[in-house]
């Protein structure tokens, strides 16, 4: 399912930008990029709201606007926190 008609806000995503870290105190740096998504559900009508019941579907907005399920496992005492997608 595409939505295209979703406010930016809702299922919101962002990039976390660039950066580099050092990895066990070695001064080679590891560069590294990211994208957050921010979870929402869908009421009957079909329109964007906050996530308010943890037996609820709950999605992130994929980058070409496709759904993307929030599975059982993803979630934290019941409900899906922002999802962070790093890349080394």
Do not use: C, H, W
């Not at 740096?29 to 869908?42: D, E, H, I, M």
């Not at 070409?64 to 997608?85: A, S, T």
Request: glycine content about 12%; overall charge negative; aromatic content about 10%.
């Amino acid at each position: 399912m595409l939505l295209a008609a979703i406010p930016a806000t809702a299922g919101e995503r962002g990039n976390v930008g660039r950066g580099a870290r050092e990895r066990d105190g070695d001064p080679q740096q590891v560069p590294f990029s990211g994208t957050y998504r921010l979870p929402f559900a869908l009421d009957p009508a079909g329109k964007v709201k906050k996530p308010d019941d943890e037996r609820e579907d709950t999605f992130y907005l994929g980058d070409d606007g496709e759904l993307i399920r929030v599975q059982p496992f993803e979630r934290v005492l019941g409900f899906p926190p922002v999802r962070l997608e790093l890349k080394f």
